[in-house]
C-alpha cells in the first residue's frame, strides 16, 4: 500500500523530550521513601479474572494489558475509544457510522461492520455479560473497578466470537466504608464546541451485610468537528447514565450482587469526509484532503440510543475443593434509531435512516475450585439468546426531486433471532513447583432463525414513496426465510514454567470458533443474505513474564491460522451506493510478536513502553476479492485488513513532592499505528498515526482534591473510523468520493475531582 503523506517522524520524538524533560530535572532528594502518584497507581499490579478467577496479571499466562481505577484515572482514560493506539496490536475504535459502535480488531483479526447481525471477533464482557452486538458498547469508563485486554483466541472459556480476544470491563461495587466522589471536566479543541463532564458516585455499607452504590455519569458535547457547509460544530452528543449496585452478603460463604444500568445517548450522526478514493476518483461536488479535518455534509443527521443492562450474581463458596460456584443473569435491551450522511457531500444523493431493537438474555453457571492443592477446575455452562428487529432505509438521489424526498427509496432488514449453548472446563495442574500444565475444551452449540427483505426487492419511487419497517411497522415483504445451526469443540492444551516466583515462560495451543450467520443488510440481487460458514482459528503462543524490582517485562510471540475467514466485501454500488457481501473469502496465516513493559528509571520517574508487529498473509483465496472477475494471485497479494503491521508506544509518569500541599504528576504519552487496508480490494485504507497525549495533575495531601490539565492528539492528526468506497456514478448522478468518517483532532482539557472521604 503506498503512502499518501510524507511524514516527519521525529516530530512526535521531539515533543515527547520537550514535554518530559522537566520531570527529568528533579534531583534524587525529592524521591519518597513511599512511591505516590501516577507512577504508584501505574506500578501496582491489576487483579485480573482472566480464567474466571482472581490472580494477578502477571501470574496469568495470557497475554493482558490490564488497568485499575487507579490507573484508568491516572491515564485520564474515558471510553474505549481513548485506548485506540497505545496497545501492542489492538485497535479498539468507533466505526464512526453508528456512534457507540465497536470496530474492534487485535492481532489483526477484527470486523469492518456496523451490520448488526455480525459477529464480533473481539467479546466485550461487562460484569461478566456478553455483549451480543457490537452497538452501544463503547461507553464510559467512570467508576471502573477494572478493564482488562485479552489478546488471543478466549473460546474455551468465553465461547465464540472471541477469536481476536476479550475486552473484560468491571463496574466498582460498594466497598467496606462510605465513599463518594465528584469530578467534573471540560474540553475544547481547536475546532468544535465545548465538550463537558459532569459525574459523581457514593457508595459503602448500609448495615453488616448490604452494601450499595450509586453511579451518574453526564456528558454534553457541542461538537469537536465543523461542517463547512452549514458552518455548525457537528459530532455533538448528550448522554446520561445511571448505576445502581446493591451487594448482599447474608453469610460468610454467600455474595450476591445486583446491578442496574440505564444509558442515554442523543447526538448528531456520522461526520464523514469524502476525499479521493482508492481508485482515484475524487468526490462530486466537494472533494476533501484527507490530511484536513474538512467536511461538508448537507445531512447532520442524528442517533438515539438507550439501553438497560441487568446483571444478578450470586457467588456460593462450597466445601467441594473449597470453592466457589457462581450464578450470572444477564438481561440487555437496545433501542436505536438513526440517519447519517452516506454520500458525504452538501447534496442529497445518499442518506440513509436505520432503526434497531436487540434483547438479549444470558446465562453462566460455573464452578472453581482446588483440589489436592493441585488440581485447579474451572467448569460451567452458558446460555445465550438475542432477539433482533433491523430496518434500514436508502433514501438516494433526493437531488433530483429539489430535496423534497428521495428519488428513490430502497427499504430492507428483517427479524434475527439467535440461541445458543455452551459447556466449558479448565484444568490447570502443578506437576510441581516449576511446572503447571493446562488442558480445557469448550463445547457449543447455535441456533440462528433470519426472516430478511433484501433492499433491492423493496424498491419505491417518488411520489409512490412505500412506508414498510421491522421495527415500527408495517413489516417489509419477506423475501428470504432460513434457519441453521452450529456445533464444536474448542479445546486448549498449555503449560507454563515457573522459573521463580516473579518470572514464568508459557505456551499454548488453542482453537476458537467465530459464529456462522447471515446478512441483514442484503442488497445484491444476484447474491444470498446466508448462511456463511464459521470461522476457525488457530493460535501457537509462547510468552514470558516477570515482575522485577526495577518493574514488569512481558513478551508473547504468536502464529495464528485461520481457515474459512470471515469478511465483510464492502464494494461500491451505482444502484445502491454500497454493497456489503458477507463471505468466507480466504485462509489466512498472522505471525507476530509483541512486548510491553513499565520500567522505574527513578523512585518517581516511570517509563511506559509496547511494542507489537504483525505479519499477515493470505494462503488460499476463494472469492475474487478484489472485483476483477477472477480468482488468482493478484487477490492472494492484497494485504488483510486491520492488520497494521507495526504498533508502538512510549510514555514517561513523572511524580514530584509540592511540599505541604501535596505533590503533582506529569505525563506524556506518545502512541504509533502502522496504515492498514480497510476495505478487503485494498482501495479503502487508513493511514498511519502518531498519537501525543500529554498532561499534568495536582494532588492534594489530605486525598481529598485532584486538580489536572491535559491535552489529547496534540499532533492534531487526522485519521478516520472507516474509508468507505462509493461509486463513481449514482443512478448516473456523478458521485465518487468516500464516506470516511473523521475522528477528533487536537483536544485540552481541564479536570477537578473531589473525594468527600
Not at 442529497?348 to 477446575?377: C, I, M, S
Not at 468506497?725 to 468516500?738: M, N
Amino acid at each position: 500500500m503506498s503512502k499518501q503523506r510524507n511524514k516527519n517522524a521525529m516530530r512526535p520524538l521531539a515533543i515527547a523530550v520537550a514535554l518530559a524533560s522537566g520531570a527529568l530535572m528533579s534531583t534524587p532528594t525529592l524521591a519518597q521513601e513511599t512511591r505516590r502518584g501516577g507512577s504508584a497507581a501505574l506500578l501496582e499490579e491489576v487483579v485480573v479474572t482472566a480464567r474466571k478467577r482472581e490472580e494477578g496479571a502477571q501470574e496469568v499466562p495470557l497475554s493482558v494489558t490490564a488497568f485499575n481505577e487507579d490507573q484508568i484515572n491516572a491515564l485520564k482514560v474515558r471510553d474505549l475509544n481513548d485506548l485506540t493506539v497505545g496497545m501492542p496490536n489492538v485497535s479498539l475504535e468507533d466505526i464512526g457510522t453508528s456512534r457507540g459502535t465497536a470496530n474492534f480488531s487485535i492481532r489483526g483479526i477484527g470486523i469492518n461492520s456496523s451490520i448488526p447481525s455480525i459477529d464480533p471477533t473481539v467479546g466485550v464482557f461487562v460484569n461478566n455479560i456478553f455483549m451480543g452486538t457490537n452497538q452501544g458498547i463503547i461507553f464510559d469508563m467512570f467508576d471502573v473497578e477494572s478493564l482488562e485486554v485479552l489478546r488471543g483466541p478466549q473460546g474455551t472459556l468465553f465461547g465464540r466470537n472471541v477469536t481476536g480476544g476479550a475486552v473484560l470491563v468491571n463496574t466498582k461495587k460498594p466497598g467496606d466504608e462510605l465513599e463518594a466522589s465528584f469530578r467534573t471536566a471540560v474540553e475544547t479543541g481547536d475546532i468544535g464546541g465545548v465538550n463537558t463532564y459532569v459525574m459523581g458516585a457514593i457508595g459503602g455499607p448500609i448495615t453488616d451485610t448490604f452494601g450499595a452504590r450509586l453511579t451518574l455519569f453526564y456528558n454534553d458535547d457541542e461538537g469537536q468537528l465543523e461542517n463547512d457547509f452549514t458552518g455548525n460544530d457537528v459530532l455533538g452528543i448528550e448522554q446520561q447514565m445511571a448505576r445502581a449496585t446493591l451487594t448482599w452478603q447474608p453469610t460468610d460463604d454467600t455474595d450476591i450482587t445486583f446491578r442496574y444500568e440505564y444509558q442515554d445517548m442523543d447526538g448528531d450522526g456520522p461526520a464523514a469526509q469524502s476525499h479521493t478514493n482508492g481508485s482515484g476518483v475524487p468526490g462530486t461536488p466537494v472533494n476533501n484532503d484527507r490530511d484536513e479535518f474538512d467536511l461538508s455534509i448537507d445531512e447532520e443527521g442524528f442517533q438515539e440510543t438507550e439501553t438497560n443492562l441487568i446483571s444478578l450474581q450470586i457467588d456460593q463458596g462450597v466445601a467441594f475443593g473449597d470453592g466457589t460456584v457462581t450464578a450470572i443473569f444477564g438481561y440487555r435491551d437496545l433501542e436505536q434509531v438513526g440517519t447519517g450522511d452516506i454520500d458525504a457531500q452538501p447534496i442529497w444523493a445518499f442518506h440513509a435512516p436505520a432503526w434497531l431493537e436487540t434483547e438479549q438474555t444470558t446465562f453462566e453457571l460455573r464452578y472453581n475450585g482446588l483440589f489436592a492443592d493441585k488440581w485447579n477446575v474451572t467448569a460451567g455452562a452458558f446460555y445465550y439468546e438475542n432477539d433482533m428487529k433491523y430496518h434500514e432505509r436508502r433514501d438516494l438521489l433526493g437531488v433530483l426531486t429539489g430535496n423534497v424526498a428521495p428519488a428513490l427509496r430502497q427499504d430492507g432488514g428483517g427479524f434475527h433471532d439467535t440461541e445458543a449453548f455452551t459447556l466449558f472446563t479448565q484444568v490447570d495442574y502443578d506437576l510441581n513447583d516449576q511446572w503447571t500444565l493446562t488442558a480445557g475444551v469448550n463445547y457449543s452449540s447455535e441456533e440462528k432463525d433470519v426472516q430478511i427483505a433484501s433492499l433491492d426487492a423493496n424498491v419505491s419511487t417518488f411520489p409512490n414513496l412505500t412506508e414498510c419497517n421491522f421495527v415500527e411497522g408495517p413489516a417489509c415483504p419477506i423475501d428470504f426465510d432460513d434457519d441453521e445451526s452450529w456445533d464444536n469443540w474448542a479445546p486448549k492444551l498449555g503449560a507454563t514454567y515457573n522459573i521463580d516466583d516473579r518470572r514464568r515462560i508459557y505456551g499454548s495451543w488453542q482453537l476458537g470458533y467465530r459464529s456462522g450467520g447471515y446478512n441483514l443488510r442484503n442488497t445484491d440481487p444476484n447474491e444470498s443474505p446466508g448462511p456463511f460458514d464459521e470461522e476457525e482459528v488457530q493460535n501457537f503462543e509462547i510468552g514470558y513474564k516477570s515482575t522485577n524490582d526495577w518493574g514488569r517485562l512481558n513478551v508473547a510471540v504468536f502464529y495464528t491460522e485461520i481457515e474459512d475467514q470471515q469478511r465483510e466485501i464492502n464494494l461500491p454500488s451505482a444502484t445502491s451506493g454500497v454493497v456489503q457481501l458477507i463471505r468466507n473469502t480466504a485462509d489466512t496465516t498472522i505471525f507476530g510478536a509483541e512486548f510491553d513493559a513499565t520500567i522505574s528509571l527513578t523512585e518517581n520517574l516511570l517509563l511506559l513502553a509496547s511494542m507489537g508487529y504483525i505479519d499477515a498473509e493470505y494462503d488460499e483465496v476463494r472469492f475474487d476479492i478484489n472485483n476483477d472477475g477472477v480468482v488468482d494471485g493478484a487477490d492472494e497479494d492484497l494485504d488483510i485488513p486491520r492488520a497494521p503491521e507495526l504498533t508502538w508506544s512510549l510514555g514517561l509518569t513523572h511524580d514530584l513532592e509540592l511540599g505541604n500541599w501535596g505533590y503533582m504528576t506529569s505525563r506524556v504519552s506518545w502512541s504509533y499505528r502502522d496504515d492498514f487496508a480497510y476495505t478487503d480490494d485494498n482501495r479503502g485504507f487508513v493511514e498511519e498515526v502518531d498519537i501525543v497525549d500529554a498532561g499534568i495533575d495536582f494532588y492534594s495531601n489530605d486525598g481529598h482534591w485532584v486538580f489536572s490539565l491535559y491535552g489529547r492528539n496534540l499532533l492534531d492528526e487526522v485519521f478516520f473510523g472507516n474509508d468507505t468506497q462509493l461509486p463513481d456514478d449514482l443512478g448516473g448522478f456523478p458521485l465518487g468520493g468516500t464516506f470516511a468518517p473523521v475522528m477528533p483532532g487536537v483536544r485540552y482539557g481541564a479536570e477537578v475531582t473531589y473525594n468527600f472521604f
